[in-house]
Structures are given as structure tokens and as C-alpha cells.
């Protein structure tokens, strides 16, 4: 059916146009403030998939399926389309069984890129439309960074754009609680030297500067990886960090070893940890914010990402009780401000009019801002809105997003499962523990990885 109804239907129309409205989060022109209609009616006049049907599988479920499927209802309501999402927890082996069956969904949601990268080497995806990989570089923070995460070589041996990035999360972030701070007369660090000075004064004023927990289970360890690829990034450039994760830069070589030391700095130091270092090696991750919140605080600051405060007593209010900041790059290094994270990344796996299409709308602003405007939502697009975001805590960390000039996936879970899953993890709690130094440590590593790749 095309968009321009005859008269004599008019009623039929309004009366199908308000049914999609009532299941819009959010009526199309209110909040003009907040949301760029302008963006959506622009998509809606140039694209009609009447009688279209798009399928997509992703990793999302429970209120995660309900937030990505309040956006959806956008695209269905613009285009006339039927979209069907399937959201497992056993995403990463449900799509390669579904595309080596040849029964794959139209579009596939990759939580990072490693999956992606493989499937389309395999030729199980198909090439982003073209000029997207250009708009992601132009449009996106740090857009290059994000390009290179999207492009991988295909089946033909050459480089494509072959995944849109959507959904960003943050690792680099550092916790504390604003009283404690303003008592002890203490400033936010802008500098890693001045949050590696402000770490000294704390312990001299008789403190614990910081709370660390590497505890995780099986897990255990998966802490200190994310400290050691935040500091490969404020020490080296993004092509040694990816040189790294592919280990064409060896895992023993001085650049990584460094990167172990700096992290040591501040877990194994007397007095910069609660607890010691054999405390840090063995409390649990989710235990471990807990000193924040003491009376007299057992610690003064705790380096996690973005989803810790599920873990904090219950009550704590972000941004009242409990505030973050950026964890600081070197003012020494001409290297930016590098951003560690991890995200969600569209692929298609089955081309059609419609797949190519709901491309199209993830760039536009208006699919971010149903998202933002509800919870739990970080995007590098710089023409969204920051007005839509829920509240001024994520609008604080879409911010460093913002000003980021360089992302990179967290390191570990692009490397083969039985090193970045496995001996890394197992390497940082020996060196964390004493049992190893970080060469030691580094070295176990790079022999396992070794193995591997006879």
C-alpha cells in the first residue's frame, strides 16, 4: 500500500495511525525539546516496506528486549514493516547454528565484534550498505575507532564495513562517594598523574586510596584485565593496542609488561589497596565497591564499569551518594583520552530491502533518543540529543563518550577463549598474589598463547 491513502479511506487510515501510536513510548512531535521528530518524519517519507517483514536475533532479553523493542515499534510504525525480535542468552551459538543451516534472521546482534569478525570471514554476512562506514567515521565520537571495530574482511579476502555499532558501554570509569571527597578536601584528578598523586596523598593522610576485588568464581581474575587494557591504552597507540589483542605485539613483550606494572602500581603497593594485595586477588568483584559506603570509608575511589552500581547498598542514588569520573589518561602522552568499553553491534545476515533500511534508521538520531529517554542507553552519535537522556547520570557518561578519541573493545574478549577467558585471567591474579612478577605473569601467558598456534 503506498503512503498516500485516497480520501475515501481516510478513516481506515486514522484509525490504523492511532493504533500505531498507542504503541509508541513516546507520541511523535511531543517533547520537541527532548527528540528530533525531524529525523523520523524524514525516514518515514522516504521509506515503505508495506507488507515487509524483518527478523532479528540478539543477545537481549527480559526489560533489555523491551527497551530495544520500544525502538523498534519506531521503525515498524514509519515503514509499515513487521518486525519479529528473538532475544536469547545463547545468542553466540544460536546465529552460527542458524547461518550454517542456511536459516539465518535478517539481521543479527553481535555483543562484540570477535563473533562478527568470523562470520563475516566465513561469508555468513553481507557488507553494510554503502557509504556507512563513511557516516560512522564522520557521525560517531572517536568515529574512526568505531569504523575499524565494523570492518573485517569477507569472504573474498578484502575489507568491508561489514557491522553498525549501536549500543556502547563504559569501562573507564573510576567510583567515589562526593562527601567522603569534600571532607577530606580532595579534587577530582583530571591527569593520570594527578590521580596517581592524589593515590600517595590519600595513603599519607592516613586512608586507603583504593578498593579492588578481582573475586569473580570460575571468573576470578577478569578485573585486572580491564586495568591492564586501560593502560595499554593511556601508554601505547590504538594500533599497538590492537597488535596486542591479535598478539602480533607479543603478550611478554616490554609494552605489556609495563602496561602489568602500572596496574600493580596501584593493587600491590602497600597501603594503596583494603585489604593488601592477597584481599584484592581474592574479594569478590561485587563485594568489593562496599568500603566506599563505610563509616570512616574503608577506601576512597573503585575503578569498574558502568554496570557496578547493581552492586551498591540498596538506596544508593548515582550522582547524590555516589558519583564517577573519568579514569584520567597521562597529561605526559600525546595520546588523547583513550575510552575502554565494550557494545552491540547490528550485522546482517540475510539481505533484503528492509535489513538495508533499518540501517538507515539507526542513524538517524530519533533511535537513539527512544532509548536514552528510558534507561540504560550510551551512544557515540554526536547528533543525538542529550536533553532525551533519562537523567544527568547517563548524560554524564554519554559525555565522556563524547569526548573520547579513541574506543577500543575491551581487549580480553577479543582474544581466543583460552587466553582472554582463561590464562590471562589466571596470570593477573599470580602476578596480583605475588606468586609471579608481571614479566612471569606475562610470559605464562605468551607460552600459552604459543600453544595454541601450532
Not at 573520547?404 to 599470580?430: C, H, L, N, Y
Amino acid at each position: 500500500m503506498t503512503k498516500h491513502l485516497m480520501l475515501g479511506i481516510a478513516a481506515l487510515a486514522l484509525s490504523a495511525g492511532l493504533a500505531h501510536a498507542q504503541d509508541l513510548k513516546f507520541a511523535p512531535g511531543s517533547d520537541a525539546d527532548k527528540f528530533d521528530w525531524a529525523s523520523y518524519d524524514q525516514f518515514k517519507n522516504d521509506t515503505d516496506l508495506s507488507g515487509e517483514t524483518l527478523t532479528i536475533t540478539g543477545p537481549w532479553t527480559g526489560n533489555d528486549k523491551a527497551l530495544f523493542e520500544s525502538v523498534l515499534a519506531y521503525f515498524s510504525a514509519a515503514t509499515g514493516a513487521k518486525v519479529n525480535y528473538s532475544g536469547s542468552e545463547s545468542f553466540e551459538q544460536d546465529i552460527v547454528i542458524a547461518a550454517k543451516a542456511g536459516t539465518p534472521p535478517n539481521i543479527a546482534v553481535f555483543p562484540q565484534p570477535g563473533l562478527a569478525s568470523d562470520m563475516a570471514k566465513q561469508g555468513y554476512l553481507t557488507a553494510m550498505p554503502d557509504g556507512t562506514g563513511d557516516w560512522i567515521k564522520n557521525n560517531y565520537a572517536a568515529g574512526k575507532s568505531w569504523e575499524d571495530l565494523s570492518t573485517y574482511k569477507g569472504k573474498d579476502g578484502e575489507n568491508h564495513t561489514f557491522t553498525f555499532p549501536f549500543k556502547a558501554d563504559l569501562k573507564s570509569l573510576v567510583w567515589y562517594v562526593p562527601e567522603n571527597f569534600k571532607e577530606a578536601g580532595y579534587k577530582v584528578p583530571e591527569t593520570m598523574e594527578d590521580l596517581k598523586a592524589l593515590t600517595e596523598q590519600i595513603k599519607a593522610d592516613g586512608g586507603t586510596p583504593w578498593c579492588i576485588g578481582l573475586g569473580s568464581g570460575a571468573a576470578t581474575g577478569w578485573p585486572a584485565t580491564d586495568w591492564v587494557e586501560d593502560f595499554m591504552l593511556r601508554t601505547q597507540s590504538p594500533e599497538t593496542y590492537d597488535d596486542w589483542v591479535t598478539n602480533k605485539l607479543k603478550f611478554n613483550d616490554p609494552k605489556v609488561v609495563e602496561a602489568i606494572k602500572d596496574y600493580g602500581w596501584f593493587a600491590k603497593t602497600p597501603g594503596f589497596a583494603e585489604g593488601g594485595e592477597q584481599a584484592v586477588a581474592t574479594t569478590d568483584f561485587r563485594d568489593s565497591p562496599k568500603g566506599l559506603f563505610d563509616f570512616p570509608p574503608k577506601c576512597y575511589m573503585h575503578k569498574q564499569a558502568s554496570f557496578i552500581p547493581t552492586f551498591f547498598p540498596d538506596g544508593t542514588k548515582v550522582g547524590q551518594d555516589v558519583n564517577f569520573f573519568y579514569f584520567p589518561s597521562y597529561a605526559s602522552k600525546d595520546l588523547g583520552k583513550p575510552v575502554l568499553g565494550a557494545g552491540t553491534m547490528f550485522g546482517i545476515t540475510k539481505d533484503s530491502k528492509a535489513a538495508e533500511a533499518f540501517v538507515k534508521f539507526l542513524e538517524t538520531p530519533i533511535a537513539s533518543e527512544i532509548w536514552m529517554a528510558q534507561s540504560g542507553f550510551l551512544t557515540p552519535n554526536k547528533n543525538v540529543n542529550p536533553a532525551a537522556f533519562a537523567n544527568d547520570v547517563q548524560r554524564h557518561m554519554n559525555s565522556i563518550l563524547l569526548d573520547a578519541t579513541t574506543f577500543r573493545f575491551d581487549g580480553s574478549d577479543q582474544m581466543p577463549g583460552e587466553i582472554g577467558t582463561d590464562a590471562f585471567w589466571k596470570a593477573m591474579v599470580a602476578y596480583t598474589t605475588g606468586d609471579e612478577t608481571a614479566q612471569e605473569a606475562a610470559d605464562a601467558v605468551q607460552k600459552r598463547w604459543d600453544s595454541i598456534q601450532k
